[in-house]
């Protein structure tokens, strides 16, 4: 029943910017955390984002000062504004929602997009 959405990767040059989305399906959007975690060619998947239900958020050492992980509880959307990129940055970023009952911790995944940094 939960599906993860995400959208807006693209190929931009470096020290352009990318807004990405994701939107959720069903009501539980609002009460929990969310994540944006990256997957380069080769590479494991990384943690980039998190954003709390509650509105706090975390970033990678990486991509601190550049982007900024936000939601619309409203819209049950999260967003990740991405500035400055550069070619380190290519990847498909993932959304992920976390959901916490009773000490288990269950993560739901989108497809992916692409974000490809030129130099």
């Known amino acids: 029943q939960v599906q993860l959405v995400e959208s807006g990767g693209g190929l931009v040059q470096a020290g352009g910017s990318l807004r990405l989305s994701c939107a959720a399906s069903g009501s539980i959007f609002s009460r929990n955390d969310m994540g944006w975690y990256r997957q380069a060619p080769g590479k494991q998947r990384e943690l980039v984002a998190t954003?709390?239900?509650?509105?706090?958020?975390n970033y990678a050492d990486s991509v601190k000062d550049r982007f900024t992980i936000s939601r619309d509880n409203a819209k049950n959307t999260a967003y990740l504004q991405m500035n400055s990129l550069n070619p380190e940055d290519t990847a498909v970023y993932y959304c992920?929602?976390?959901?916490?009952?009773?000490?288990?911790?269950?993560?739901?995944w989108g497809q992916g997009t692409q974000v490809t940094v030129s130099s």
């Open positions: 954003i709390t239900g509650g509105g706090s958020t």
């Open positions: 992920r929602l976390r959901v916490v009952v009773f000490g288990i911790s269950q993560d739901y």
